[in-house]
Each structure stands twice: as structure tokens, then as C-alpha cells.
């Protein structure tokens, strides 16, 4: 069986510091990771996606995440934060194959950004 | 390119009715899923539907059930609502099965059942 875990609820920055959200996964096949971002009151916006190709993948608003295989890891990184990047952070796993690519979500990480 | 539309915004329903909530896929997408995120977790997948069949469903009972039309927009109809039932419904739209071009969400329909 599929599944991530988002391993903080809650993570708190100062505006201009650098962004951690730590996501695991687990995975019986060679999975395709996503991190989406939902801000309040708005829909799930797809940030970046990994799907078998390059291990580093850079996506919207400055974010990027690295696959490792060694440690089931799809962390998301960004060098600097802004006080726009508020909002509530998905990592999200879909399994290799099958007819129904169901998205499988993690339980979320609240990123606060102080000014 | 139009975006993926979800009608209403918000619903208020009473216990053991019904609702139905509809969603415009995005243009060029031919797959719809339907998920529902309850207050401070992640969404869960409901059902999703391509070519107007159900294609793959997740662990809800069957009072939830869903259509898909020729033009790939959807509803996603729940009877016998329950208190459980109020929750954030998300739709998604893909083309074909969404595994490497993602899917594009909707910002959902607030159902509150009291």
C-alpha cells in the first residue's frame, strides 16, 4: 500500500529564512510524488511533481524537492521564504500503474511565515 | 484555458437529505475525480470517472455516488447526509489518468450538514 507521512503539523519561519517540510512515503513500486499548497478558502494548487525522471525537481514560487530512494524522502525546500508562502502544504503520493491514479494525501504541514 | 468550476461555493443541508454537487472539468480534460477533505486533514478520494464510468473508488459507502457527462463535467450526488458528511468536496480534473500531468483542483464545496 501507498502512503506519505508529513512528518510536522505545523512549521513556523521568519519572512527571508529558509523553508523545510519533511515528507516520507511509502511505496511497494516506483511512485510519483507531488506536493500541492492550498491557501484559505482556495482550491489545491500543484507546486512540483516527480515522476521517475530527475531526483531534484523545481517548481513554482521558488520551491523544489529532492527524490531519495534511499531514505523514502520528498522533502520540500525553499532557500527563502515570503510571507505569501503561508499557507497549508500537501505531499502527495499516486502509485505506479493501475487504471485509477487516485491521489493519496498526507495530513498536511501549516507553514506560518513571520515578518 | 477555463479552470476547473465547482457549483455551489457553500451548502447547508439538515441530516438524511440529499445533495448534489456539481463540477466543470477543465477544457482538454477527459477525467474527473472527486475527493473530500473534512476540517484539518488531507483529502480523501472519493471515486473518479472517465468516459462517463466510475473508475476506481475509495472507501465511502455507497450513498455517495457520481455521474460524468459527455462534456466530462460531473456531480458527485451523497444521500442520507450525515453529520460526518460536512467536509470541504474537491474536484479534480486530468487528462486521462493524471499520473504525470497532474491534476488541475477546484476550490471546492463547503457542505455543512446540521
Known amino acids: 500500500a501507498q502512503s506519505v507521512t508529513q512528518l510536522d503539523s505545523h512549521v513556523s519561519v521568519s519572512e527571508g529564512t529558509p523553508v523545510l517540510l519533511r515528507c516520507n512515503y511509502s511505496?511497494?513500486?516506483?511512485?510519483?510524488l507531488f506536493w500541492y499548497v492550498q491557501h484559505p478558502n482556495k482550491g489545491l494548487q500543484l507546486l512540483l511533481k516527480y515522476t521517475s525522471a530527475a531526483t531534484l525537481v523545481k517548481g513554482i514560487n521558488g520551491f523544489e524537492a529532492e527524490f531519495k530512494k534511499s531514505e523514502t524522502s520528498f522533502h520540500l525546500t525553499k532557500p527563502s521564504a515570503h510571507m505569501s508562502d503561508a499557507a497549508e502544504y500537501f505531499c502527495?503520493?499516486?502509485?505506479?500503474?493501475?487504471?485509477?491514479?487516485?491521489?493519496?494525501f498526507g495530513t498536511g504541514t501549516l507553514l506560518a511565515v513571520q515578518p | 484555458e477555463t479552470g476547473v468550476t465547482q457549483s455551489p461555493t457553500h451548502l447547508i443541508k439538515t441530516r438524511g437529505q440529499q445533495v448534489t454537487l456539481r463540477c466543470s472539468s477543465q477544457?482538454?480534460?477527459?477525467?474527473v475525480s472527486w475527493y473530500q477533505q473534512a476540517l484539518g486533514q488531507g483529502p480523501q478520494f472519493i471515486f473518479q470517472?472517465?468516459?462517463?464510468?466510475?473508475?476506481g473508488r475509495g472507501n465511502f459507502p455507497p450513498r455517495f455516488s457520481g455521474l460524468q457527462f459527455p462534456n466530462y463535467s460531473s456531480e458527485l450526488n451523497v444521500n442520507a447526509l450525515e453529520l460526518d458528511d460536512s467536509a470541504l468536496y474537491l474536484c479534480a480534473s486530468s487528462l486521462v489518468s493524471g499520473k504525470d500531468s497532474g491534476y488541475t483542483f477546484g476550490s471546492g464545496t463547503r457542505l455543512t450538514v446540521v
Open positions: 502527495v503520493v499516486t502509485p505506479y500503474g493501475g487504471a485509477t491514479n487516485k491521489l493519496i
Open positions: 511505496s511497494s513500486y516506483s511512485p510519483s
Open positions: 470517472y472517465y468516459r462517463e464510468e466510475e473508475n
Open positions: 477544457s482538454g480534460h477527459n477525467t
